[in-house]
Each structure stands twice: as C-alpha cells, then as structure tokens.
C-alpha cells in the first residue's frame, strides 16, 4: 500500500496530483500531445465507447493475469512503455521504472530519450528490461544503440517508426519548453510553488538525455526537437527494418503503426510483434484512436504476430477491452510518470498495482478467468472473435 498519499485509488488520481507536484511546464511536457490535442481525446472517447459485457456464470475463482510473450510469461498484460525524459517526472526515473517492473515481473521499455544511461538501467533489473531505438541518420549511432543493448542483455528491442516529422506541441512552445530549460521569471516563479520538485531537482541535478549524450556526445541545443530533428531520420522504410531485422537476432517489435496493411510486411520480414500506437497523441493531431483500428490488425495477423497496443490506457478495464479485441498486452505511457511524480517509487508500485486490481474485476465480472480467456464478444456490438490457434471459441467457452 502507498502509505504517503493512500487515498489516490487511480490514474485519474495519480493524473491530479502530478499536477499539483510539477512546475506547469513540466507537467504540461508529459501530459500534452500534438496541436489541438484532438488525438488524445480520440484515444479516450474510443475507449469510453468499447462497452463491457458482464457474463456469467463462469468459475472465475481462481484468476490469472499471467501473459507469455515472446516466449516469457509475465505476471500481468502490462508493460511500461517508453517516455522520453522521464527524469522530469522524477530523478533517475527510469532506473525506478526498470527496478519495479524487474519486481513485478513486466517489461519496461527504455526510452532513447532516458535520462539514464543503459548500465544505469540494466544494473536495476538485469530481466526484463526491453530497449527503443529510433533509426538515425547515422546509422552508425543507431548501431551503437542496438549492439550495447545486445551486449548488456535488453531482451527486445522496439523501433519507433512514426516520428518522420516531429509533433507540434502547443503547450511546450507556450511554455518555452526546452532542452536544456531556458529560465526565465515566470519560470522561477513556478518552481518557487513547487518546492519538492525543484529541491530533488536542484539534488540530482537538472535531468539531460544521457543516452543521446553517449551516442551523440555533448552537444548543446536550443530544444528537444531540435536535438531529434539532428539526426531521426525521415527516410525510413521497411527496407530499414529488414537490416534491422538481420543485426538484432532478440525479439524485434516495430512501433508506432495505424495501418493495418503494414502487417503483411512485418511478417514477411520476420517482425516478432507490432505496436498499434499514435505516440500516445504526441505526433499527428486527429489521428485515428489505436482502439479502433486493434481489430483490423488482429484480423491481418491471425495470430502469428504479438500485438501490442498504446496511446491512452489508463484503467484495467481499459486493459480489458484491448485483450477483449485481440491485443496480447498493453503499454503504458503517462501513467506510470503520474504516479512518479506524485510520490516516487512507493507511488508507482501503488499505481501499477491499482491497474492490476481493476484488470482483476473486470475479469472477475466479464467471465475471464485467464487472459486467453478475454473473446471479442465480450464488447457490446462486436463479433465473436475468429478462432486463433491456443484460444477456445466463443461457443466452446459459453459451452464450458
């Protein structure tokens, strides 16, 4: 139990008082997205429409969230996804983030944008630690990427393929957000009202983007998007992920695709698994809701790719409904720097564990005793799902 504010019982809790912790332009960083922010209120709507079906009866006593993927079980669909600095949220978060995923037993995907560097990381949790590379225009600085990950033994590696362009964000450029921060009075004066953060801060040590710093070595730019707009390169084809493919021998997962056309050539190329994302509404303003487009990637992939969806989970039962319509697993994004950012690492283990005990009703109250176990028809207007190799029918279920 989160003993320092046990009274926050959700995201939508962890989300407020994140707010009322960070300076406003730092929180306003991780809490925005691209241009008017219509994607991010997609991503939710979409999900708020995915309508729950309780059933029953059904023997749910004895609930299981364990998942396999890639050949590893883990203790529950969940995995925190990458966030670009992180630190801002709270000092070396992303060593937090690894060593208590390492203790629940998910995958934490480190961002290339850490605040860490890989050792830092990979010394916290030495298990279950997955890495995010964005292709470069030297490629050379993206080969240093894979081979140290390979080396200190990040298990899968997620390339990132839909930043070409790097979103506007609106509240960033009306905040002055920058790498590294430019201060100015009315700055100041937000850090003075939120004295816990700016005297971890001012201990550790403003947060820089160490990974990058080790790829790139020191340079000193006006903003983050300028760091990036250096070098992400907006060239990248499949052909791209082909040699990736032949270099990183480990599951490799693409990230960031909408179509689900894209599915046949991650198969030919053999492409372990897939992310449904929209960069959690960060990149293209009005982009479709990942929810929405889940099914056509299931239909696409018959079970012969990992699917992994992000872009506005925040609950369980959000959760739910993405294994309900065929994900294998969810990534998380703001969330779990919410929770860092209200109280550290205790309140990340709260939050984490708040997601796992709402999965756990929505399983008890929709029949699911397994995760196999979650059917498409268990969303109201949806289809029994087609039979997938390892799962029962909707009928032999119901049958059971």
């Not at 028809?377 to 029962?392: E, H, Q």
Request: aromatic share 6%; with cysteine; glycine share 10%.
């Amino acid at each position: 139990m989160f003993n320092g504010q046990s009274h926050l019982a959700s995201v939508a809790d962890f989300r407020l008082a994140a707010q009322r912790a960070l300076p406003r332009m730092v929180y306003d960083f991780i809490d925005g997205g691209g241009g008017q922010e219509t994607t991010i209120a997609n991503n939710r709507a979409a999900l708020d429409d995915k309508r729950l079906i309780c059933s029953g009866p059904y023997d749910v006593d004895n609930r299981d969230q364990r998942v396999t993927l890639f050949g590893k079980t883990y203790t529950t669909p969940v995995i925190i996804g990458p966030t670009g600095l992180a630190g801002l949220a709270w000092p070396w978060a992303e060593a937090l983030l690894s060593r208590v995923a390492g203790d629940i037993g998910i995958p934490y995907v480190m961002s290339m944008a850490s605040t860490c560097s890989q050792e830092e990381v990979i010394a916290e949790n030495g298990q279950t630690n997955w890495a995010q590379l964005y292709l470069m225009r030297d490629r050379t600085l993206s080969d240093r990427v894979v081979d140290k990950a390979e080396a200190l033994g990040f298990e899968a590696l997620e390339v990132t393929v839909d930043n070409p362009a790097i979103g506007v964000r609106l509240r960033d450029v009306r905040n002055g957000f920058s790498v590294p921060m430019k201060w100015t009075p009315r700055k100041m004066f937000s850090l003075a009202a939120h004295p816990g953060w700016s005297l971890r801060m001012a201990r550790s040590g403003p947060p820089t983007l160490k990974l990058l710093s080790d790829i790139l070595g020191d340079r000193r730019t006006d903003t983050l998007a300028e760091m990036f707009q250096d070098q992400i390169d907006s060239s990248i084809t499949w052909d791209d992920i082909a040699k990736l493919r032949d270099r990183w021998k480990k599951p490799l997962i693409v990230k960031g695709l909408l179509d689900a056309r894209h599915v046949a050539k991650a198969l030919e190329l053999g492409v372990d698994g897939v992310v449904i994302s929209n960069h959690g509404g960060r990149q293209l303003d009005g982009a479709v809701a990942t929810i929405d487009v889940l099914p056509d990637f299931v239909r696409e992939a018959r079970g012969r790719l990992t699917i992994l969806i992000d872009s506005g989970f925040r609950t369980g039962s959000d959760v739910a409904r993405a294994l309900a319509l065929g994900a294998d697993a969810v990534q998380l994004g703001r969330a779990p720097l919410y929770a860092l950012a209200a109280g550290g690492e205790p309140a990340l283990r709260h939050c984490l564990n708040c997601i796992r005990e709402e999965l756990d009703m929505a399983q008890g109250m929709m029949g699911a005793a397994h995760i196999g176990d979650f059917r498409s028809d268990m969303v109201f207007g949806y289809p029994p799902s087609p039979a997938t190799p390892g799962k029962p029918s909707d009928v032999a279920r119901i049958a059971r």
